[in-house]
């Protein structure tokens, strides 16, 4: 059976972790908040005081919380020459397309493999192990390599080379951050209008403009509850690396600008940043006045 560690233990590398371990997979694991590492130590896995113990696995999965900080681990991890030949990196962040091309030549330069597989699912995913895992790998044999490891955690597919995985996670925060823009849009106008929305959300099951978006994101506007899964810093993070990736392909995206615009406000200037980010209805609600 695979060895493998998870660095980073947040909101998403905690049940990604649990996943893996439920899976069978011997499983270290790191953070730089170690006590963050206790609850999967509990259920059988090997907390990691450093880097470089956690560098002794097969695969390397990081769960960071964004590009920069992905490099950094991988440029320590290879000044101590823990990436070598045979080892498989696997960046399952949300990193920009310049950062995975960094990241990944600085993987092979060591001797290592690389493959990066955004997510997309939230924490009820990572709990329930039904992500959307999008890789990107050099050869499809480095995808079957790791692929057991992958569906512990989700249903990974191979889209492309080494890159793809990310421009695939972008194009998909592009429908997510769209998606939640109208839907808080069309939570504001029935609510104007009186009508119940979730007698709203029953009406729509199963139709065109269905969507898990509109069933889970909506009922929490409705109920103006927030509690973090993704946060709107995220988000925002995601909306610049969608904008940022246009630019280099010489692009426009004028509603993806304006969900950017929107997120930055809330925020920046409203300060929710922390919260989950369907909270972009607040936002709507600050522009109507109705704050």
């Known amino acids: 059976m695979k060895t493998v560690s998870m660095l980073g233990i947040g909101l998403m590398g905690l049940p990604m972790a649990a996943r893996l371990l439920d899976a069978g997979f011997t499983v270290r694991v790191w953070n730089r908040t170690a006590e963050k590492c206790v609850p999967l130590v509990d259920k059988g896995a090997y907390a990691c005081s450093d880097l470089n113990e956690a560098a002794r696995s097969d695969i390397l999965i990081t769960m960071l919380a964004n ?34 091309k960094e990241i990944s030549e600085l993987v092979l330069s060591a001797g ?12 009820k995913g990572a709990e329930e192990g039904t992500l959307a895992i999008m890789a990107g790998s050099h050869t499809a044999n480095h995808f079957n390599a790791v692929e057991d490891v992958l569906r512990a955690m989700g249903r990974p597919v191979r889209v492309g080379d080494v890159g793809a995985g990310q421009v695939s ?123």
């Open 67 to 100: 590009g920069q900080v992905v490099k950094e681990v991988v440029e320590r991890l290879v000044a101590e020459n823990q990436l070598t030949e045979g080892k498989i990196v696997i960046d399952m962040s949300s990193t920009s397309l310049d950062e995975v």
């Open 112 to 123: 290592a493999s690389f493959i990066d597989a955004p997510v997309s699912g939230g924490v």
């Open 169 to 291: 996670k972008l194009a998909n925060q592009a429908i997510v951050g769209g998606t939640i823009g109208i839907v808080s849009e069309a939570i504001l106008l029935l609510e104007r209008a009186g009508v119940n929305s979730d007698a709203f959300r029953d009406a729509l099951r199963g139709g065109f403009a269905d969507s898990s978006i509109l069933q889970l994101h909506s009922k929490r506007m409705s109920e103006r509850s927030f509690v973090p899964g993704g946060k709107v810093t995220t988000q925002l993070k995601d909306e610049r690396n969608i904008l940022d990736a246009a630019k280099s392909f010489g692009i426009t995206l004028p509603i993806t600008q304006s969900i950017y615009n929107r997120y930055e406000l809330l925020a920046n200037d409203l300060d929710k940043g922390a919260l989950d980010h369907s909270a972009l209805f607040l936002e709507l609600l600050a522009q109507n006045g109705l704050d």
